[in-house]
């Protein structure tokens, strides 16, 4: 009698590498180390639990709840085989994973994780703790706003300012971008205060000084800059049009230019090779003072004022438009047409030109002349009405370009003033250009945090200790993807070499520069296969490709990460 055969198919596409990157992250010790749980607690511990959601986080560009008991049982002999050898479906079930959200919200062993986190995996993976970028952004939902809740209404970077929001405060390390402190606010906080809070965490994860702290115009608050300064660290921002404004900065960049200051140029050499000027300014030192706890600071602080070259052309023909468009109108102003009201009076039409010169921010830059004609024409007598004579007042506009005007304000376009703490000889005026400019490197996490793959908004958890646990999760999670995706590029730049087949229906295009998203499609439909009898089991493995073998030597794992599940390995 033949004996009954069981073919049983399993995807494991990235699972094993991602579940070993997180082994070496130790991430799953790190939270049961300091998130407490109850004594008698079965199953998966919290970290174990919370690794294996954030695989399918990562795997499936995917946070539901409801969605990962399915996955996880298609899936149990690779997650089993993967370092999870006690997992059941039980342990994934939609309560156990409420209750990791529950037990991530609580901030004081949260931030004891976090800031164990932080050290050590600067520490082990050797990061230069030189910079720290700190921004925020907001995330919405469709829930309804609480008086004392986490959701309220505020100042929306969605553009959704019907929809109830929170807050994220985000701190990364440079180069990589990877998160290193996070906080959760209620959505109408004011982005102001909420830098020195941040900064002092890092500060006490790291133990370090001398930190060059980078952020938006809200960072640069007179008191954050002080206290900063005050603790031995830099910063570098730039001021608000209330702090530096406008006409000041053209007037200080004049004061320059008569005096013959030299012009610094920022060059960047482009991908055909050329040496192409980016931006350009001059420098200035102001002596800073600020009062604080009953006590005076002062400090000295550069002030940059720099041009950039895209931002400029792009204002100079933005004004040029607008010119146009202004003249053009003032020329129809006082054309006669069908339900256009006339302007009857000199007073209406200095009004009216007035109005169109602020509408389109162009005043003093073009000269209008009136012309006024009149008409004069007799009216004769009609039944009771008098005879007499009736007077029309036309008006003529000529409007002419000022041609210096307009030169003139060209040229003060793109100029904007950033402020830092930093000595020259630290931190040049390329250097500060340069830092500043690489600040796509948060705004990369957040697409990513409130997109693909992590999609966290809009929110649909109901409870505000779900919503804070969840978006502490997914910091995790993104932490997972920079650490992966930084390790692959700083490899690839240390061997000179580039990486080809991760681009579908282009298999030759190289790139330096791959993204984590790509690195783990590359492991798609990689399959393991169960084959068994009540006598025997044997396990198969898809072979791996060059492309995946060269990926997971470049992270710096073997092939038997995959293989190690096989019998025939």
């Not at 699972?15 to 070993?20: D, G, I």
């Not at 000084?209 to 005050?230: E, F, H, N, P, W």
């Not at 200080?252 to 200051?261: I, L």
């Not at 002030?303 to 792009?314: K, N």
Request: proline content about 4%; aromatic content about 4%; overall charge neutral.
């Amino acid at each position: 009698m033949k004996e009954a055969l069981s073919i049983e198919t399993e995807r494991m596409d990235d699972l094993p590498l991602l579940l070993t990157h997180m082994q070496r992250m130790h991430l799953a010790e790190l939270l049961d180390k300091h998130i407490p749980t109850h004594g008698q607690r079965k199953g998966l511990s919290v970290g174990e639990l919370s690794v294996v959601w954030l695989a399918h986080i990562l795997s499936q560009a995917d946070h539901r709840m409801n969605r990962v008991q399915e996955w996880a049982t298609r899936r149990l002999s690779t997650l089993r085989g993967c370092g999870m050898s006690t997992l059941c479906p039980q342990d994934v079930t939609d309560d156990r994973l409420a209750d990791v959200l529950r037990l991530l919200s609580d901030d004081v062993h949260w931030q004891a994780c976090e800031q164990e986190l932080m050290e050590q995996l600067v520490r082990v993976y050797d990061l230069p703790a030189t910079c720290v970028r700190i921004n925020t952004t907001t995330a919405s939902s469709y829930a309804e706003v609480n008086e004392q809740g986490l959701l309220q209404l505020g100042h929306s970077k969605d553009h959704r300012p019907d929809l109830p929001q929170l807050k994220l405060v985000l701190a990364s390390l440079d180069p990589l971008g990877i998160p290193l402190a996070t906080e959760v606010l209620s959505g109408e906080h004011a982005d102001d205060p909420v830098y020195l809070p941040i900064i002092a965490r890092v500060r006490d994860g790291l133990q370090q000084k001398g930190l060059l702290y980078v952020g938006d115009c809200k960072m640069a608050a007179l008191q954050t800059r002080a206290s900063i300064a005050a603790q031995g660290d830099f910063y570098l921002c730039p001021l608000s049009a209330l702090q530096a404004p406008p006409k000041q900065v053209g007037q200080e960049v004049d004061t320059k230019r008569t005096q013959g200051a030299r012009l610094l140029s920022v060059c960047r050499v482009d991908e055909q090779g050329t040496n192409t000027c980016i931006a350009q300014g001059y420098e200035t030192i102001h002596l800073v003072t600020a009062q604080g706890d009953g006590e005076t600071q002062s400090w000295q602080e550069r002030r940059l004022l720099i041009q950039s070259m895209a931002a400029t052309r792009a204002a100079q023909a933005s004004l040029q438009e607008r010119v146009q468009k202004a003249q053009q109108e003032l020329e129809e102003l006082t054309a006669r047409r069908q339900g256009k009201p006339r302007l009857t009076t000199c007073n209406e039409v200095d009004e009216a030109i007035k109005a169109v010169l602020k509408r389109f921010r162009v005043e003093g830059l073009l000269q209008v002349q009136i012309q006024e004609h009149v008409q004069e024409r007799p009216v004769r007598a009609y039944r009771g009405r008098l005879s007499g004579v009736r007077r029309d007042c036309t008006f003529t506009l000529t409007c002419m370009r000022d041609e210096m005007a307009i030169a003139k304000a060209m040229s003060e376009l793109g100029w904007r003033v950033y402020a830092t703490n930093h000595l020259a000889e630290d931190l040049t005026l390329e250097q500060a250009v340069e830092a500043y400019r690489d600040e796509y490197l948060v705004e990369r996490n957040f697409a990513r945090l409130k997109g693909r793959p992590l999609s966290l908004a809009p929110l649909y958890v109901q409870r505000d200790d779900h919503r804070v646990g969840l978006v502490r999760l997914l910091t995790l999670a993104l932490r997972v993807l920079t650490l992966l995706e930084g390790v692959v590029r700083q490899r690839l730049g240390e061997q000179k070499e580039e990486l080809a087949g991760l681009f579908a229906g282009n298999p030759k295009r190289r790139t330096a520069q791959p993204t984590a998203e790509r690195l783990l499609e590359a492991f798609r439909e990689v399959t393991l296969t169960v084959v068994s009898a009540p006598s025997f089991a044997q396990r198969h493995v898809t072979p791996l490709s060059p492309l995946q073998q060269r990926i997971l030597a470049l992270f710096g794992f073997s092939p038997a990460v995959y293989l190690g599940l096989a019998d025939d390995s």
